[in-house]
């Protein structure tokens, strides 16, 4: 009887959690979609600018790609450079993300970086030093909706892993009830820490900004580099013509062949006839 009447209470228990649950995704679903849970009468808005305003608060990922050119023979230094500026934390703190390097006639290169606000103009400043600031563009991600989200999510998760904590404090429950909350606690901290690590990153990408330079050679250099590399690839495509036109004369020289045996048949024919 007794343990028929923990099993029933722990029953009632898990009811009034799930329940708890439903209310807090339904609130939060209303407050995604712009609705408040409580129709209570809101005082009037203050004007932005006046005493009492609230203030905004923006949740902006930026996110900037630099053109650099300069001449091929200083792409490799200009990379080192700014690659050792951004590990040696010259302007702020800054984390090397990815670099890529091509060689031969045409030389560029790759260089991005993830660091904070301040220091993005100092490492534009050293990337395009003496050189030309080809093109530049900027775009920001707002991640205001993903950051009120997530903390959403992990309070209506901590609250349930508080909950299942207190009933597995209990000292009355059978060993079925214990081993399903351990079951649940665990899925609980599990989503709990993914939901975390996730609002890290959201925080990371809106402390930090992400900048990637390209170096790319000058246009007068790169003109000059494309009509070398025709010219010394001319060989190679004079080659490839001739080798193609011996196949087609090869291909077609049966079907000459054949022709020019017809022809000559029917004049033949022709001169006997008359």
């Known amino acids: 009887m007794r343990r028929v009447l923990q099993s029933g209470l722990l029953a009632c228990a898990f009811w009034l959690l799930a329940a708890c649950g439903h209310e807090q995704s339904a609130q939060m679903e209303m407050a995604g979609s712009g609705f ?34 300069l001449p091929p023979d200083a792409i490799t230094a200009r990379v080192e450079a700014a690659q050792r500026a951004c590990t040696d934390a010259k302007f702020g703190q800054c ?25 993005v103009e100092p490492m534009v400043a050293l990337a395009s030093d003496g050189a030309r600031l080809g093109s530049r563009s900027t775009r920001a991600e707002d991640l205001a909706v993903a950051v009120r989200d997530n903390d ?26 214990m081993i399903a909350l351990s079951k649940q606690l665990a899925e609980t901290e599990a989503q709990l820490e ?19 330079v390209e170096f790319r050679p000058t246009s007068t250099q790169e003109g000059r580099n494309e009509i070398w590399l025709a010219l010394r690839e001319s060989g190679a495509t004079l080659a490839t013509g001739m080798a193609w036109t011996i196949r087609t004369l090869a291909f077609l020289l049966p079907a000459v062949l054949v022709l020019a045996g017809l022809v000559v048949a029917i004049r033949r024919w022709r001169r006997r006839k008359r």
Request: glycine share 6%; hydrophobic share 45%.
């Open 36 to 69: 408040s849970a409580a129709p209570a009468a809101a005082p009037p808005p203050v004007p932005p600018g006046q005493p009492g305003a609230p203030a905004v608060q923006a949740f902006l990922a930026y996110e900037h790609n630099v053109v650099v050119q």
């Open 152 to 177: 959403l999510a992990q309070q209506r998760l901590r609250k349930e892993r508080e909950r299942l904590q207190e009933f597995q404090a209990r000292r009355d429950l059978a060993v079925a009830d």
């Open 95 to 119: 984390v090397v993300l990815n670099v890529w390097q091509n060689g031969g006639d045409l030389p560029s290169a790759t260089l991005g970086m993830r660091l904070v606000p301040e220091a």
């Open 194 to 212: 993914a939901i975390e690590q996730a609002g890290a990153q959201h925080r990371r990408r809106i402390d930090t900004q992400l900048l990637t």
